[in-house]
């Protein structure tokens, strides 16, 4: 018997940043099951989109959640050492844990211990399927459509635009699949490969495995969760193994209004978006050729709409491109210009 | 007591392939240890570069051989069928056994059984140290000048250019140190990780903890061995995660004279020289741009060193840069081109 989720979101000490808590963001605005509480002992006491902040697992309980999801991406995948204490807490009081930090908590012999004694399961969303190899060449035998998000930074909007796409496709009839390729992802879709935790040899062909399960899926359309950026100096690998592998026809380009530096490594530029827009043309497969169809602004940091538009509207002139932020805006202007591009 | 590394070499099947057989080649070349014979039951009889063909263990224990060590690399880097017999019966004839392969035979319960059992060490030259996470900044702190191979393909003589122009500059007295990424890299030098195998999102931290490793090697010049290629379907993640962790001041560009076609993946074409000096270039991080110094011209497959010579000038005259074919005609010519860039 499989018993209701209801999820406590652990956000402890980031649940207030949009980039280390992105997890926790998206599980809220996309997943499927409710989410009951949020911890993060900084802000106990506050709400966080209607939901209740609480300081502690023991004040979280009378929300009555039944999972504990690790909301927060540590960079390096790794818990720092006071969440092991949350985690045993948790468990403890009966939840199970769901994480998608490349440091899996089913492997952790103390964690397993503790949750086999309170018969509670934990699940590693990151943790690869088994048999993963390198590509086939399957994937360019896809009868679909494949958009892939890519982006000018990690954590600046690719999920979140992916998703986007592909709700709006689904309102207006068509066959749309997103396809998770992060913890997030999966969080939200419930499938999916988190292909950052992959053996690096074989990322290209967890992409194809995802695109060619995105079709089968029913998928004639297939939004693809980019992943890092071409000009990221830690995860750059991932997102060209990403784009090799899933093989788009169209990409469309995600960027942070205002954003000048890769977040988090001072010193490192992010290039001009004409420049992203021809890079990502250049480095796509010469067998399956890609253009950007279309940017994807993230204007959340511009407080009025007259700013945002102002942003969308110079990034369009830029790059002459048709622009906008889906989320602000919705996403049909975009949708529109990916199909007259397919 | 470590007892005499007499090498046998396994290469049942692709002993006669310079692409699936390129680990064997790279030992016999530039390994420290003697071979004192190459298994391949097809070229039983023959000799390889002066060392007897056999076609069975038995047959190569004549030659007192002390550790069996796998000579082929294979797509996707698990063993064909056959292999697992032909590793028993090397384990049980008292050889320890190194493979450079994804599977892992330390990892492998009837093997790792039989070699306790036999007293014989089993030992995998791509597993991964414990502890990588992404980079920290240090390989922009390394007080050396990088230099990385980089290519149109993979198989094509990277590791082999790294180690030639690495040869000639100790021979000039230069504090130079070649910097192994693969398998047989690793075989060869007897240190260094296989990013191949590492986990996708560690790859440039992969790379960065080599560069810093071969500066306190001594290194005032490394010559870092690539990996895959910017173009391959396959293979081009790892590519792009080498070449952002590794963080080289400049590249040498490998080529196999004629190709147009990615090696095993029919229908990838090749783009021009000039496209590859660029692509590179444009794609080397924001933060140290790098250049292509000079091309390294593989002319294996022309027979008269007139045809090689015509290649190497046209290759010159397409790109504008110095190039050579440092294994036929010595790397002076290159180490000088990559020096002037430095």
């Given at each position: 018997?499989?018993?209701?989720?209801?999820?406590?979101?652990?956000?402890?000490?980031?649940?207030?940043?949009?980039?280390?808590?992105?997890?926790?963001?998206?599980?809220?605005?996309?997943?499927?099951?409710?989410?009951?509480?949020?911890?993060?002992?900084?802000?106990?006491?506050?709400?966080?989109?209607?939901?209740?902040?609480?300081?502690?697992?023991?004040?979280?309980?009378?929300?009555?959640?039944?999972?504990?999801?690790?909301?927060?991406?540590?960079?390096?995948?790794?818990?720092?050492?006071?969440?092991?204490?949350?985690?045993?807490?948790?468990?403890?009081?009966?939840?199970?844990?769901?994480?998608?930090?490349?440091?899996?908590?089913?492997?952790?012999?103390?964690?397993?211990?503790?949750?086999?004694?309170?018969?509670?399961?934990?699940?590693?969303?990151?943790?690869?399927?088994?048999?993963?190899?390198?590509?086939?060449?399957?994937?360019?035998?896809?009868?679909?459509?494949?958009?892939?998000?890519?982006?000018?930074?990690?954590?600046?909007?690719?999920?979140?635009?992916?998703?986007?796409?592909?709700?709006?496709?689904?309102?207006?009839?068509?066959?749309?699949?997103?396809?998770?390729?992060?913890?997030?992802?999966?969080?939200?879709?419930?499938?999916?490969?988190?292909?950052?935790?992959?053996?690096?040899?074989?990322?290209?062909?967890?992409?194809?495995?995802?695109?060619?399960?995105?079709?089968?899926r029913g998928g004639k359309?297939?939004?693809?969760?980019?992943?890092?950026?071409?000009?990221?100096?830690?995860?750059?690998?991932?997102?060209?193994?990403?784009?090799?592998?899933?093989?788009?026809?169209?990409f469309v380009l995600c960027?942070?209004?205002?954003?000048?530096?890769?977040?988090?490594?001072?010193?490192?530029?992010?290039?001009?978006?004409?420049?992203?827009?021809?890079?990502?043309?250049?480095?796509?497969?010469?067998?399956?050729?890609?253009?950007?169809?279309?940017?994807?602004?993230?204007?959340?940091?511009?407080?009025?709409?007259?700013?945002?538009?102002?942003?969308?509207?110079?990034?369009?002139?830029?790059?002459?491109?048709?622009?906008?932020?889906?989320?602000?805006?919705?996403?049909?202007?975009?949708?529109?210009a990916v199909l007259a591009?397919?």
């Amino acid at each position: 018997m499989t018993r209701e989720r209801r999820l406590l979101i652990l956000g402890e000490g980031f649940s207030h940043d949009a980039h280390y808590g992105k997890t926790m963001r998206g599980i809220i605005r996309y997943g499927p099951d409710p989410v009951v509480a949020i911890l993060d002992s900084a802000r106990a006491g506050e709400m966080h989109d209607s939901i209740p902040v609480v300081g502690s697992v023991s004040d979280a309980l009378r929300f009555e959640p039944t999972v504990a999801v690790v909301g927060v991406a540590t960079q390096g995948g790794r818990f720092p050492p006071a969440w092991r204490e949350l985690l045993k807490s948790c468990i403890a009081a009966g939840l199970d844990v769901e994480s998608g930090l490349h440091e899996f908590v089913s492997e952790d012999p103390e964690l397993t211990e503790l949750a086999r004694s309170h018969g509670v399961e934990l699940r590693d969303l990151r943790r690869p399927p088994a048999g993963l190899s390198v590509p086939t060449g399957a994937n360019l035998e896809v009868d679909a459509r494949i958009v892939l998000t890519v982006g000018s930074d990690c954590a600046i909007g690719k999920k979140t635009v992916a998703v986007e796409l592909d709700l709006e496709a689904r309102r207006r009839g068509l066959e749309s699949v997103f396809v998770p390729t992060g913890q997030t992802g999966i969080a939200i879709a419930g499938w999916g490969i988190a292909v950052d935790a992959v053996v690096a040899d074989f990322l290209a062909g967890a992409a194809e495995q995802l695109v060619v399960e995105g079709a089968e899926r029913g998928g004639k359309l297939l939004f693809v969760e980019g992943q890092g950026s071409l000009v990221h100096p830690l995860y750059s690998g991932v997102t060209l193994g990403l784009v090799h592998g899933s093989v788009p026809h169209v990409f469309v380009l995600c960027h942070r209004a205002g954003a000048t530096e890769i977040e988090g490594s001072p010193g490192h530029p992010i290039p001009p978006l004409r420049e992203l827009v021809e890079l990502h043309e250049r480095i796509s497969l010469p067998r399956r050729k890609a253009t950007v169809a279309c940017l994807a602004l993230n204007t959340a940091d511009l407080e009025s709409d007259d700013d945002a538009h102002a942003a969308i509207e110079s990034a369009a002139a830029e790059t002459g491109l048709p622009a906008d932020d889906p989320v602000r805006f919705g996403s049909g202007y975009l949708l529109d210009a990916v199909l007259a591009r397919l």
